[in-house]
């Protein structure tokens, strides 16, 4: 059973910076860590989890969000089996319980629309508290 663990989430002022990292152990020996999707998924208190960013298996595509793009960036490190997402201008409305992803699925390009829907992830961590006070 693979095990995602988020680390990094803080209280910080708007406009500061943070970096969240997500490290997947028990991943199949079978199949590189490199070649899954990993996904960023946010939620807000009283709101619906949403998408923030991912990172393709199969070529290291990356997507984010509109609200996201430019201010925070994904990336991993196959060697340590971590993805990251470096977070920079931060906003009062990034507020919210952040969550690391992974996505079994095989893509052969994969499209905004797969990897930015939760259903297509089968691991979930137990997500990281960013508070950003205005």
């Known amino acids: 059973q693979v095990q995602l663990v988020e680390s990094g989430g803080g209280l910080v002022q708007a406009g500061d910076s943070l970096r969240l990292a997500c490290v997947a152990s028990?991943?199949?020996?079978?199949?590189?860590?490199?070649?899954?999707?990993m996904g960023w998924f946010r939620q807000a208190p009283g709101k619906e989890r949403e998408f923030v960013s991912a990172?393709?298996?199969?070529?290291?595509?990356?997507y984010y969000t509109d609200s996201v793009k430019g201010r925070f960036t994904i990336s991993r490190d196959n060697a340590k089996n971590t993805v990251y997402l470096q977070m920079s201008s931060l906003r009062p409305d990034d507020t919210a319980v952040y969550y690391c992803a992974l996505n079994t699925i095989v893509y052969v390009r994969a499209s905004y629309d797969a990897v930015s829907r939760p259903e297509k992830y089968d691991y979930w961590g137990q997500g990281t508290q960013v508070t950003v006070s205005s």
């Open positions: 990172i393709s298996g199969s070529d290291s595509s990356t």
């Open positions: 028990r991943v199949p020996s079978g199949r590189a860590f490199v070649t899954y999707t």
